[in-house]
């Protein structure tokens, strides 16, 4: 699994992107991950005239594989256990008591100092990451190697990679042909370089092969990826929070935007285009909030976490151990302080920054006001030309103004529902007195005369830049307010967080005593995690079974060509029908499409090789079960199931409908 004087199996997973995980599947540097950790990359190659979302893309040779800007590949090069060396250097700082013991910006100095005391080599890709695990009871420093030519070499149509879209998000059975491919390039010594023509695929030192041989119950499987963000430490309180304060807005106000976004999206190709990876990345994270506030309660993790503190409370006693006596009740009073200006943030953030994209840059605006009453030319051109650069980000080839008015309409109201009028940013006086308290009218006028709402405005301005024009800027009001009101929260909550942390890293440290010698796990933080399992079904109720795998027949169970989520493309359907399926069929001649296994995953994990006992490729993990969405918080080990796309039924798409056996070829598959 890891080795750190040879090969192993983390040279052939990667880091992929910013939140995925992908593994290398041939000597060539070709990459498996999710379509839907593709697509971000697939969205920016797409436009009506090469609609790569709707129809496709496969490469039939290297020439055609298409660079993707701003995409990476990580390496773990090397995991070094450095917690004596981080709390010496605590020791040191000028704040020991302080929250610098989390602070990635101070770790990341620490990480250079330890690299230059150890004589680490350092190239121009080499990153170092310190990360602190059990609240900061432990420190790993990860040892990363970035490659940045990447290019995009397949994927199938969103059809097929997006089946059931948002319906059977998180649901099963699941028949989603979750899956892209993309290429690392390197230079001609096979060094991370720029993207270059003359770059030449990564000749990778360590790839998984991939068995065919099929699975069966009970089979065991492993899992090795990047997962995200777990809380499986938090109290009672803390889980209330997450639901009430956090999860409640967030349904709400995404629900609202993303009706907005389907409308417009179903109306308009070009538009469809252009806010495919928006909504995808915006509807995710609604369902699951929605998933686990169910979950919460369904699986009674409020209970649990009781069972837990009263466990613990009676260990701390035994142990006549003050700090570990106390710290549930502080963190319980902390959290009656934050749970309010949290609930506030969340609505702010998912309502202004997340939902709304228009605004204006109020503090270049300033400074250029300033420089207008000044009378200072360099200021004035060198403002104007950061303006420039803003109104070009604004209105970019994924951002239809027409389409954020609408959503503008929507969520301005919605938020002063949500939010006493006493909490609410300054702009909503401005409606109330200058409006009448009619939005769509306040929206109107700013996405129709501010300076940065069109190029005719913007134009005019430029042209002849004044103070009073500045002063007058609807844009330059409303983003001066939602900044203000962001900057007000978080000088509410204070130094909260930092007391709740020092708080956790105590109760961490104490649940991890009270359970040993078993030993504890820590939460996810986007470094490189192993789980085991097993392949199994799952009864998540009374007169429910579910069997651990599905097939191509429930592809054409469930199409519905009037509904875009279960389309069914014609040469697909054509394969199914004739049972085409070459040697990736079962022995009784059906498809396979996804597994479940009892593996411990979260966002990150997407794209994750899934793998049997002898470390060959079986699928690729996309997915979480709809009833144990409470997995973040408390796992479930009887309801909680990873779901799989099965390999086999990649090469059979890659092969069959791709007419990609030029991928295959470079394979190393076990029959």
Known sequence: VYNPDGIALKDAVVHFGGGCT?????????????????????????????????????????????????????????????????????KKDDDPNGINYLSPKYLATVADRFAKAENIQITPATRLELKPFYGGNKYYLFVKTVYNDIRMVGAPPSSIGKFGADTDNWMWPRHTGDFSMFRIYADANGE????????????????????????????YAMIMGFPGSTSRYLTVSEVKERMEASNAPRIRIRGTRQDVLKEAM?????????????????????????????????????????EQEAKFAKFAKEKNNTDYMNVVAKIDEAVAKTSP??????????????????????????????????KNDSSIEANIKVLK???????????????????????????????????????????????????????DAMYDTSILANQANFDKFIKKPTVKAIEKDIATQYSRAKFDKYTNLAE????LPEELALLHKTYIRGLGEMKLPVPSYPDANFTIRLTYGNVKPYSPKDGVYYKYYTTTDGILEKENPEDREFVVPAKLKELIEKKDFGRYALPNGEMPVCFLSTNDITGGNSGSPVLNENGELIGCAFDGNWESLS?????????????NLDIRYVLFILEKLGGCGHLINEMTIVE
């Open 492 to 495: 509410q909550m204070g130094k």
């Open 22 to 90: 992908g593994e290398i599947i041939s000597a060539e540097g070709l990459v498996l991950t999710n379509h839907h950790c593709g697509y971000g990359a697939i969205q920016q190659h797409s436009s009506v005239d090469h609609d790569y979302l709707t129809n496709g893309f496969w490469a039939m040779n290297r020439n055609e594989e298409l660079p993707c800007k701003g995409l990476t590949v990580t390496f773990i090069d090397r995991i070094l256990d450095v917690t004596t060396y981080v709390n010496e250097q605590l």
């Open 389 to 443: 650069e803003v109104f070009n980000d604004i209105h970019n080839k994924d951002y239809d103004h027409e389409v954020d008015r609408k959503v503008a309409k929507a969520l301005l109201p919605l938020y002063a529902e949500m939010i006493p009028a006493g909490q609410r940013p300054a702009i909503y006086d401005v409606i109330e007195k200058e409006y009448k308290g009619d939005y769509n009218a306040y929206v």
């Open 266 to 306: 179903n109306a308009s190709d070009k538009v469809r285009i252009q806010y495919a990876n928006k909504y995808a990345g915006s509807s995710n994270y609604w369902k699951n909030s929605i998933g686990m506030n169910k979950a919460i309660i369904d699986n009674n993790v409020l209970g649990t976490k009781a």
């Open 341 to 374: 200006i949290k609930y506030q943030q969340t609505c702010l953030t998912e309502t202004f920054f997340g939902g709304i994209e228009f605004g204006s840059p109020f503090m270049v605006m300033d400074k250029l006001k300033e420089a207008l009453e000044q």
């Open 631 to 643: 997995g973040d918080i408390n796992f479930d080990n009887n309801l909680q199931r990873c779901i």
């Open 192 to 219: 991370p370089a720029e993207y270059s023509a003359s770059n030449v695929p990564l000749k990778t030192k360590k790839h998984l092969n991939i068995s065919i041989k099929g699975l069966k119950e009970g089979d």
